[in-house]
């Protein structure tokens, strides 16, 4: 499965981002898709994750009530949108796809893409 992420960009504290991730795979509903984020000096962390067809999802507490994952599985896509953005959410983000849904832990991720930077501004 490749994954292509795209959506970053430099957007001012309090503004809105939606990332997306569009995969190469036919079955890309056999996967659970997840979006974690690297900030700089700092290990990789779960954002957000939903699940195969798009009717569980879950949030890392930092982002709950800020993000909005979804996803198409007719164009094999996963988006995320992210609202009142903060300088702490600056990080290269990533999608993910495994097989297991509601997983937390980047060990479970199978698939990754190659990274599209957030940069917030204060």
């Known amino acids: 499965v490749q994954l292509q992420a795209s959506g970053g960009g430099l957007v001012q504290a309090g503004g809105s981002l939606r990332l997306s991730c569009a995969a190469s795979e036919r079955t890309f ?3 659970a898709m997840g979006w974690f ?3 700089p000096g700092k290990e990789r962390e779960f954002v957000a994750t939903i699940s195969q067809r798009g009717d569980s999802t879950y949030y890392a507490d930092s982002v709950k009530g800020r993000a909005t994952i ?5 164009k094999k896509a996963v988006y995320l949108q992210m609202n009142s953005l903060k300088p702490e959410d600056t990080a ?9 849904p509601g997983t937390f832990t980047s ?4 698939y990754w893409g190659q990274g599209t930077q957030v940069t917030v501004s204060s």
Do not use: K, P
């Open 92 to 100: 290269v983000y990533f999608c993910a796809a495994g097989l297991l």
């Open 29 to 31: 509903s056999r996967y």
């Open 70 to 74: 979804s996803r198409d599985n007719a």
């Open 107 to 110: 060990g479970a991720y199978d």
């Open 37 to 39: 984020r690297q900030a």
